[in-house]
């Protein structure tokens, strides 16, 4: 027997109703979703926020609950599975909320991020902002993969808020960034997008901007953004909230003072520790000649296959040609590129594939080495030397965060060993050395240079790695360490299959240039009395640049050697002219070595007359060049039209079988038109010449004539002659 489904009354009508008609149970809050509040319940909300903010302790805050935050916020905390602040986070979070300026450092790793994204919603929750108050928090970093991890921080931690929020930076659409950019509550940015927006969007609007924040803030602050950040920060309202975090925090006062800060609070939990890289983090250095860097690489790459590495370079073209030349090699490990010279798009998918991946090598430049959480890396090698010892600090930092434990490599040349070891003791840094078992060296030269003999595209980008890689070194700040006059150049062009070492033309500029610049204008050239007997290429020497006042001026010499003085004040080349001076003077001497008279000079070294010659000489050898051009032109018609002879001459008299000639074998046979003589050949009568012909004759003989010649025609020509045959 079939049972059946049992049916319901509904309590107004009587009438019976199937279940899955059955009403629902109304929601809590009158049917609105979780943490969708009345404007009542938020303002209660936000009262009771801003009064604990002054009474919160940070001794008492263990966890994200024991800080007055809003529901909304902790809610997303949960959610993103984070439940106790670090250290960092502890110390700047209820700071930030007072609404003070934070001038915060920390280790690498350390959750910075969330110490200034929790600041940020609860500033624009308590002020009740909405998606008509425009932009109300600014965030800057200085990479776009770093903006695109705190923009999916964002999008993680902040659902349940109802503020909008846009990724700008360079590579995406300018177009779309534009039509929404005014609409949006919550930046972040690069500082090269962000400053063509102001310049470029009318929409673009940031008067009621209520907090600043500037990630891995001395990196923006330095050279690279010094005019792109001077020029956002003049059309910022003053009136704001500051927030700057990095892991090697600036304490310029110039950098501070254009940030407008006021009385910033300066947070660094880790400062007082004995070492300012996490402790997890084993560190290590090794020393290797430039030609066998490669080669290194290589066999650390082929020891370590099942690991995940990041391989730090000091440019672009390095990371190029390393990329190419290891993936010809093949080998047992994915190979990655990262650098600030590729398309956005591919960026964000070798980014996310590095992530995602556990056997696989990230080959980067420094676009990759600040404020990127790559989880569970296990090496970070850095091939090229660091600037400096923050940079050095950031590139380790990619591994050993939050906790979890990691490894660093070192790679210096001999003669930057003792300056970079030094250089990181006195940044607190512990750092060990290790020596190679040249046994485990896997050289792969050989293939190398047959990869490079076979595709004159990949020999071009190693020529360009190269020259890159020698710039780097000369371009850096501390000569004490980086000398590139000491690097062997023809053993590093070999290391990288090149069997030629390419010219670095920027290294003899500089050369030139230094040269230049130790010679100065106030140098003397004085005779020394004392070496009266040594060579005339010693005659001369070059004394040290000496400056006397006039009252030590010597006295002009016997022998007539006068030494050039100076005044105190430099002389410039701009008062010289106004002072109508000669600035360079030549003295011209006689066969017996006297000095020539001014009517004397002048007559042997006349300017105008000079000038006049040469105008004269410019002017003969354009009229020469130009003869000489159209001789070359006559020359060249007189061959083509003995040529076009000689082909004339070997084609028959009624044209050949060229496409070109006429054929004119359908004309009448003139003999047979005109009734021409017969000759009797065989009775041996007289030749054509004895005969005296008719008219008619006549007439045949002159169109045979005309018949002979008829190569030397035209097709158009051809025609009329047979149209006037023919009648």
Same mark, same amino acid.
């Given at each position: 027997m079939?049972?059946?489904?049992?049916?319901?009354?509904?309590?107004?009508?009587?009438?019976r109703?199937?279940?899955?008609?059955?009403?629902?149970?109304?929601?809590?809050?009158?049917?609105?979703?979780?943490?969708?509040?009345?404007?009542?319940?938020?303002?209660?909300?936000i009262?009771?926020?801003t009064?604990?903010?002054?009474?919160?302790?940070?001794?008492?805050? #263990?966890?994200?609950?024991?800080?007055?935050?809003?529901?909304?916020?902790?809610?997303?905390?949960?959610?993103?599975?984070?439940?106790?602040?670090? *250290?960092?986070?502890?110390?700047?979070?209820?700071?930030?909320?007072?609404?003070?300026?934070?001038?915060?450092?920390?280790?690498?790793?350390?959750?910075?991020?969330?110490a200034?994204?929790?600041?940020?919603?609860?500033?624009?929750?308590?002020?009740?902002?909405?998606? @008509?108050?425009?932009?109300?928090?600014?965030?800057?970093?200085?990479?776009?993969?770093l903006?695109?991890?705190?923009?999916?921080t964002?999008?993680?931690?902040?659902?349940?808020?109802?503020?909008?929020?846009?990724?700008?930076?360079?590579?995406?659409?300018?177009?779309?960034?534009?039509?929404?950019?005014?609409q949006?509550?919550?930046?972040?940015?690069?500082?090269?997008?962000?400053?063509?927006?102001?310049d470029? !969007?009318?929409?673009?609007? =940031?008067? !009621?901007?209520?907090?600043?924040?500037?990630?891995?803030?001395d990196? =923006?602050?330095?050279?690279?953004?010094?005019?792109?950040? !001077?020029?956002?920060?003049?059309?910022?309202?003053?009136?704001?909230?500051?927030?700057?975090?990095?892991?090697t925090?600036?304490?310029?006062?110039?950098?501070?003072?254009?940030?407008?800060?006021?009385?910033?609070?300066?947070?660094?939990?880790?400062?007082?520790?004995?070492?300012?890289?996490?402790?997890?983090?084993?560190?290590?250095?090794?020393?290797?000649e430039?030609g066998?860097?490669?080669?290194?690489?290589? #066999?650390?790459?082929?020891?370590?296959?099942?690991?995940?590495?990041?391989?730090?370079?000091?440019?672009?073209?390095?990371?190029?040609?390393?990329?190419?030349?290891f993936?010809?090699?093949?080998?047992?490990?994915?190979?990655?590129?990262?650098?600030?010279g590729?398309?956005q798009?591919?960026?964000?998918?070798?980014?996310?594939?590095?992530?995602?991946k556990?056997?696989?090598?990230l080959?980067?430049?420094?676009?990759?080495?600040?404020?990127?959480?790559?989880?569970?890396?296990?090496w970070?090698?850095?091939?090229? =030397?660091?600037?400096?010892?923050?940079?050095?600090?950031?590139?380790?930092?990619?591994?050993?965060?939050?906790?979890?434990?990691g490894?660093?490599? @070192?790679?210096?040349?001999?003669?930057?060993?003792e300056?970079?070891?030094?250089?990181?003791?006195?940044?607190?840094?512990?750092?060990?050395?290790?020596?190679?078992?040249?046994?485990?060296?896997?050289?792969p030269?050989?293939?190398?240079?047959?990869?490079?003999?076979?595709?004159?595209?990949?020999?071009?980008?190693?020529?360009?790695?190269?020259?890159a890689?020698?710039?780097?070194?000369?371009?850096?700040?501390?000569?004490?360490?980086?000398?590139?006059?000491?690097?062997?150049?023809?053993?590093?062009?070999?290391?990288?299959? @090149?069997?030629?070492?390419?010219?670095?033309?920027?290294?003899s500029?500089?050369? !030139?240039?230094?040269?230049k610049?130790?010679v100065?204008?106030?140098v003397?050239?004085?005779?020394?009395?004392n070496?009266?007997?040594?060579?005339?290429?010693?005659?001369f020497?070059?004394?040290?640049?000496?400056?006397?006042?006039?009252?030590?001026q010597?006295?002009?010499?016997?022998?007539?050697?006068?030494?050039?003085?100076? #005044?105190?004040?430099?002389?410039?080349?701009?008062?010289?002219?106004?002072?109508?001076?000669v600035?360079?003077?030549?003295?011209?001497?006689?066969?017996?070595?006297?000095?020539?008279?001014e009517?004397?000079?002048?007559?042997?070294?006349?300017?105008?007359? *000079?000038?006049?010659?040469?105008?004269?000489?410019?002017a003969?050898?354009?009229?020469?060049?130009?003869?000489l051009?159209?001789?070359?032109?006559?020359?060249?018609?007189?061959?083509l039209?003995?040529?076009?002879?000689?082909?004339?001459?070997?084609?028959?008299?009624?044209?050949?079988?060229?496409?070109?000639?006429?054929?004119?074998?359908?004309?009448?046979?003139?003999?047979?038109?005109?009734?021409?003589l017969?000759?009797?050949?065989?009775?041996?009568?007289?030749?054509?010449?004895?005969l005296?012909?008719?008219?008619s004759?006549?007439k045949a003989?002159?169109?045979?004539?005309?018949?002979?010649?008829?190569?030397?025609?035209?097709?158009?020509?051809?025609?009329?002659?047979?149209m006037?045959?023919?009648?």
């Amino acid at each position: 027997m079939a049972k059946v489904k049992p049916q319901m009354k509904h309590p107004s009508n009587g009438k019976r109703v199937k279940d899955k008609f059955k009403r629902k149970p109304k929601q809590q809050n009158g049917g609105k979703p979780r943490f969708k509040f009345s404007m009542k319940d938020e303002e209660s909300e936000i009262a009771r926020l801003t009064e604990l903010y002054a009474t919160a302790k940070i001794e008492e805050t #263990s966890s994200f609950s024991d800080f007055p935050l809003s529901k909304k916020t902790l809610g997303g905390l949960k959610q993103g599975q984070y439940h106790k602040p670090t *250290a960092i986070q502890r110390e700047s979070i209820l700071p930030a909320l007072q609404g003070k300026d934070i001038l915060a450092a920390a280790k690498t790793g350390s959750g910075k991020t969330l110490a200034f994204l929790i600041p940020v919603f609860e500033k624009l929750y308590t002020s009740q902002w909405t998606k @008509l108050d425009g932009l109300g928090a600014l965030i800057i970093t200085p990479t776009r993969e770093l903006a695109l991890q705190i923009f999916e921080t964002v999008a993680k931690i902040g659902k349940l808020h109802d503020f909008t929020t846009g990724l700008i930076i360079g590579g995406q659409n300018l177009k779309a960034e534009k039509n929404r950019l005014h609409q949006l509550n919550i930046i972040i940015c690069t500082p090269g997008r962000l400053l063509q927006h102001m310049d470029q !969007n009318p929409l673009f609007d =940031c008067t !009621n901007l209520k907090i600043l924040v500037l990630d891995e803030a001395d990196r =923006c602050l330095d050279l690279g953004f010094e005019s792109a950040m !001077n020029a956002i920060i003049e059309n910022l309202p003053s009136e704001r909230q500051t927030l700057l975090f990095s892991a090697t925090q600036t304490k310029s006062v110039k950098d501070l003072a254009r940030l407008n800060l006021r009385n910033p609070q300066y947070i660094a939990p880790h400062e007082k520790e004995q070492y300012t890289t996490p402790t997890r983090l084993q560190q290590n250095y090794v020393a290797v000649e430039l030609g066998q860097k490669l080669t290194m690489l290589w #066999s650390f790459l082929k020891a370590h296959s099942k690991q995940k590495i990041i391989v730090f370079f000091a440019t672009c073209k390095q990371v190029k040609y390393f990329y190419e030349v290891f993936r010809k090699l093949r080998p047992s490990t994915l190979l990655l590129p990262l650098y600030g010279g590729m398309n956005q798009e591919r960026r964000n998918k070798i980014y996310t594939e590095f992530c995602t991946k556990s056997n696989v090598c990230l080959l980067a430049t420094d676009v990759a080495s600040r404020g990127l959480d790559f989880p569970k890396v296990n090496w970070v090698v850095q091939l090229d =030397c660091p600037e400096d010892a923050n940079q050095y600090i950031h590139r380790a930092g990619r591994t050993a965060r939050l906790n979890t434990s990691g490894e660093s490599l @070192l790679v210096l040349l001999p003669q930057e060993e003792e300056g970079v070891v030094k250089m990181l003791e006195r940044s607190k840094v512990p750092i060990n050395k290790i020596h190679i078992d040249d046994k485990q060296l896997f050289s792969p030269l050989i293939k190398i240079q047959s990869f490079l003999a076979q595709s004159p595209e990949l020999k071009e980008t190693a020529k360009r790695a190269f020259v890159a890689y020698v710039k780097s070194v000369a371009l850096m700040k501390d000569k004490s360490i980086f000398d590139a006059s000491k690097l062997d150049l023809e053993a590093y062009a070999k290391s990288l299959g @090149l069997l030629v070492t390419p010219r670095v033309r920027f290294l003899s500029r500089m050369e !030139n240039k230094s040269k230049k610049s130790n010679v100065k204008t106030d140098v003397k050239v004085a005779i020394d009395e004392n070496d009266e007997d040594e060579s005339d290429e010693e005659f001369f020497t070059v004394k040290k640049s000496e400056r006397f006042s006039t009252m030590d001026q010597p006295e002009v010499e016997e022998n007539g050697a006068q030494p050039v003085t100076e #005044s105190k004040k430099k002389v410039t080349k701009v008062k010289l002219l106004k002072k109508a001076l000669v600035t360079n003077k030549k003295i011209s001497f006689d066969d017996s070595g006297n000095a020539l008279d001014e009517e004397v000079r002048d007559e042997v070294y006349d300017i105008e007359k *000079a000038r006049a010659q040469l105008k004269l000489a410019d002017a003969e050898d354009k009229e020469r060049y130009k003869n000489l051009q159209k001789a070359k032109r006559v020359a060249k018609k007189e061959k083509l039209k003995r040529k076009a002879d000689e082909e004339n001459e070997e084609e028959d008299d009624f044209g050949s079988d060229d496409e070109h000639s006429v054929d004119l074998n359908w004309l009448p046979d003139p003999d047979k038109v005109y009734n021409g003589l017969e000759q009797d050949d065989e009775s041996g009568g007289s030749s054509a010449e004895e005969l005296k012909p008719p008219v008619s004759t006549k007439k045949a003989a002159k169109k045979r004539k005309i018949a002979d010649k008829i190569d030397d025609i035209t097709l158009t020509e051809a025609e009329q002659l047979a149209m006037n045959l023919l009648k």
